[in-house]
């Protein structure tokens, strides 16, 4: 199908923003379009879903700590999926991964994952 790669984190203080991105690449079916979703870990917790966002982008799925502040987006064409946090907290610091489903909906199971990006919360 093809590996996530995921870019955009950093350190960013409380109440501020960052854009994380994940592109798609390698090998890809370009006629049956995949749900991508983002997930995060800290130490010592189970990896989350925070977002997801379906093949065709119309529908979009987000966790209740990820409501409101994160938007979750995708371009088609350039096969990458855009997360977009706002409001940033302490407690959102984690390695952020991005996930490339199975099918074109979502929930799905991941296919393929990235090799994450950090995002440190300063209080």
């Known amino acids: 199908q093809g590996q996530p790669v995921e870019s955009g984190g950093g350190f960013v203080q409380a109440g501020g923003s960052r854009r994380l991105s994940c592109v798609v690449s390698?090998?890809?079916?370009?006629?049956?379009?995949?749900?991508m979703a983002w997930f995060r870990q800290s130490p010592g917790k189970e990896r989350e879903c925070v977002a997801a966002v379906s093949g065709s982008g119309g529908k979009t799925y987000y966790s209740d700590s990820a409501e409101g502040r994160f938007t979750v987006s995708r371009e088609k064409a350039k096969n990458t999926a855009y997360l977009q946090m706002n409001l940033l907290k302490p407690e959102d610091t984690a390695l952020y991964y991005c996930?490339?489903?199975?099918?074109?909906?979502?929930?799905?199971?991941?296919?393929?994952w990235g090799q994450g990006t950090q995002v440190t919360v300063s209080s």
């Open positions: 996930g490339l489903a199975s099918r074109n909906i979502w929930p799905s199971d991941i296919s393929s």
């Open positions: 390698g090998r890809m079916n370009r006629a049956y379009v995949y749900a």
